[in-house]
């Protein structure tokens, strides 16, 4: 932050920050000034995560009957790609 608030510096340099709990960023990260801009990457929608199901399974050569990941990816709505990763792998 210190970095940040110094003035000679300004758009001299390049930030790339993340999370996964936007709620929990320090308050001073968030003040005008700090961050230009801003980009939201939300959750994958319900065919995405569809999508994401059967590339991991495919991926990962899980045997499995199942077509059509409809139903998994009901299951999993709010979670990220990452989660339904870890979801296949563990269910071989």
């Known amino acids: 932050m210190e970095l940040l608030s110094d003035p000679k ?5 390049i930030v ?3 999370t996964n709990r936007p709620d929990r960023i ?3 990260l968030l003040r005008s000034g700090r961050s230009d801009e801003r980009i939201l990457l939300p959750m994958p929608h319900l ?3 569809k999508a994401i199901f059967k590339v991991m399974y495919k991926r990962f050569n899980i045997p499995t009957d199942i077509r059509d990941f409809t139903d998994p990816a009901k299951m999993t709505d709010g979670l990220s790609g990452a989660d339904i990763m870890k979801i296949s ?3 071989f």
Request: net charge neutral; proline share 0%.
């Open 9 to 13: 510096i300004l758009g001299k340099i």
């Open 89 to 91: 792998k563990s269910s």
């Open 26 to 28: 320090d308050a001073a």
């Open 16 to 18: 790339i920050s993340c």
């Open 47 to 49: 065919e995405e995560r």
